[in-house]
C-alpha cells in the first residue's frame, strides 16, 4: 500500500518559517491534501490539491509538491500556528484514502 | 453554515456491533459533488479512512476493514451510518464523519468534519 512518511515533530521559534514534508514514492503524481488539528479539536481542511487554500486559510499557510515530497509551508508562524498537521491522498492502486502519520508542529 | 453531527459516546465490549450515526444540517446530502465518510483516530493520534458512501448508496472501503464494515445512508433523515463489526480493544478511537468533496475526480479532500465521539471498547 501507499505510505505517506512526515516526521513526527517539528519545533519553531515565532515569526520564523515552518516546512513540514510529506514523503512517498512519486508524490507528485497524486493530489495532495492537508489538515490541521488543535488539541481536543476536529481535523480542518488547510490546503487542497497540492496549493489551493480554502476560505478563512490566512496566505501564510501555502503547499507544494513535487518529485517524492509533498510540502505544507507556514510562513510568520505564529502560537496559534502550533498543532498537529496531517498529509493525505488517494491511493488509486488500491482505492483507498491514506494519511501520513502526522506532525507535531511546537512554536518556540 | 454546513455541520456534521456524530451519535453520542460509546463504551462496549469485545465482540459487539458498532453503530454510529451522522446527520447532515442542510439537503447537501444529495449533492452530487460530495460523498460522506467516516474516519477514525487512533489514541496515538493516525488516522485511518474507513469507507465512503455517496447519496446513491454506493459505497467503498478500506482493504483493512472491508469485512467487518458497512456504511449506509438515509438522504430523507440527512443521516448516514458506519457498522463495524466483532470490536475489539483495537478499535479503541475517536470517529470522525466527514465530507468528501469528489468536484475533481477521486483524488478528493475531506473539506468537513464532525466535531467526533469516542468509542472505547474494554
Known amino acids: 500500500s501507499y505510505v505517506l512518511t512526515q516526521p513526527p515533530s517539528l519545533s519553531v521559534a515565532p515569526g520564523q518559517t515552518a516546512r513540514i514534508p510529506c514523503g512517498a514514492n512519486?508524490?507528485?503524481?497524486?493530489?495532495v491534501h492537508w489538515y490541521r488539528q488543535r488539541p481536543g479539536q476536529a481535523p480542518v481542511m488547510v490546503i487542497y490539491?497540492?496549493?489551493d487554500r480554502p476560505s478563512g486559510i490566512p496566505a501564510r499557510l501555502s503547499g507544494s509538491n513535487s518529485g517524492n515530497t509533498a510540502t505544507l509551508t507556514i510562513s510568520r508562524v505564529e502560537a496559534g500556528d502550533e498543532a498537529d498537521y496531517y498529509c493525505?491522498?488517494?491511493?488509486?492502486?488500491?482505492?483507498?484514502?491514506?494519511f501520513g502519520g502526522g506532525t507535531k508542529v511546537t512554536v518556540l | 453554515q454546513l455541520q456534521l453531527q456524530e451519535s453520542d459516546p460509546r463504551l462496549m465490549k469485545p465482540s459487539e456491533t458498532l453503530s454510529l450515526t451522522c446527520t447532515v444540517s442542510?439537503?447537501?446530502?444529495?449533492?452530487?459533488?460530495?460523498?460522506w465518510g467516516w474516519i477514525r483516530q487512533s489514541p496515538g493520534g493516525d488516522l485511518e479512512w474507513i469507507g465512503n458512501?455517496?447519496?446513491?448508496?454506493?459505497?467503498s472501503y478500506n482493504p483493512s476493514l472491508k469485512s467487518r464494515v458497512t456504511i449506509s445512508v438515509d438522504t430523507s433523515k440527512k443521516q448516514f451510518s458506519l457498522n463495524l463489526n466483532s470490536v475489539t480493544a483495537a478499535d479503541t478511537a475517536v470517529y470522525y464523519c466527514?465530507?468528501?468533496?469528489?468536484?475533481?475526480?477521486?483524488?478528493?479532500?475531506?473539506?468537513?468534519w464532525g466535531q467526533g465521539t469516542v468509542v472505547t471498547v474494554s
Open positions: 466527514a465530507r468528501l468533496s469528489m468536484v475533481r475526480g477521486m483524488g478528493g479532500a475531506f473539506d468537513l
Open positions: 442542510d439537503d447537501s446530502i444529495s449533492d452530487i459533488s460530495y460523498y
Open positions: 458512501i455517496y447519496y446513491t448508496g454506493s459505497s
Open positions: 512519486n508524490i507528485e503524481t497524486k493530489s
Open positions: 490539491y497540492d496549493s
Open positions: 493525505q491522498v488517494w491511493d488509486s492502486s488500491n482505492h483507498h484514502y491514506v
